[in-house]
């Protein structure tokens, strides 16, 4: 089962994962607007610069799996042990129904380059810190799956663009429009809340 976009043919897996991702974006960008509300302007630019650069580095599908366990151990540290094995087993979930239609192989043998390794550093920094603006006090079971789903696509959505076929410079660009328009989606939503419930001078 797939879904046809002119040329271009997503399947459902991949299809979920642009999804939580896109979602993701939007959350950030709704925050993103909170925090420049609050004067957190360096927090801020900081998360704004890790998720572009994120953009770039997700889809090379380089530190995934290590961004999904340091978001289970974000789960644990903010919350406690029942909602991490949530955030696990909605992640594993996925990564084992995905991961069989994969007719990619791993090169095991081959090291890392010094831009695999900034991508790896900057796919775990951004997945902690979309978890982090998720996982909001108290922290419920549909946050922790949320948060599961998330860190999930981002492991997956590389290999899961891989198997279609495109070129690296396609996947980068469908990725950048996805990323891209869903986190002005989440600023201009946020924007707008606080123009129609809050007075101006609430801002200052």
């Known amino acids: 089962m797939a879904l046809k976009v002119g040329k271009l043919e997503i399947g459902w897996r ?36 890790v998720s572009i650069l994120a953009a770039i580095a997700i889809p090379q599908s380089i530190g995934g799996l ?17 909602n991490s094995l ?8 996925l990564y084992i129904l995905s991961f069989a239609d994969f007719s990619y192989e791993a090169n095991t043998d081959q090291k890392l380059s010094i831009w695999e390794i900034i991508a790896t550093v900057v796919t775990i920094a951004f997945t902690v810190s979309a978890a982090m603006l998720v996982l909001r006090q108290p ?34 660009k469908i990725f950048a429009i996805v990323t891209g328009s869903s986190l002005a989606i989440g600023i201009i939503y946020r924007i707008i809340f606080y123009l129609i419930f809050y007075k101006p001078e609430s801002y200052y």
């Open 14 to 49: 991949l299809f979920i994962s642009l999804s939580a991702i896109a979602i993701a974006y939007g959350f950030i960008g709704a925050q993103l607007v909170n925090l420049t509300r609050f004067h957190d302007y360096w927090i801020a630019g900081l998360i704004l610069i």
């Open 66 to 82: 290590l961004g999904a366990i340091a978001v289970i151990f974000t789960v644990y540290l903010r919350s406690d042990l029942n």
């Open 86 to 93: 949530i955030t696990t087993g909605v992640c594993l979930a």
């Open 139 to 172: 922290v419920t079971w549909v946050q922790s799956g949320a948060v599961g789903v998330i860190a999930a696509a981002i492991t997956l959505v590389g290999k899961q663009f891989l198997d279609t076929g495109l070129t690296p410079k396609a996947i980068a």
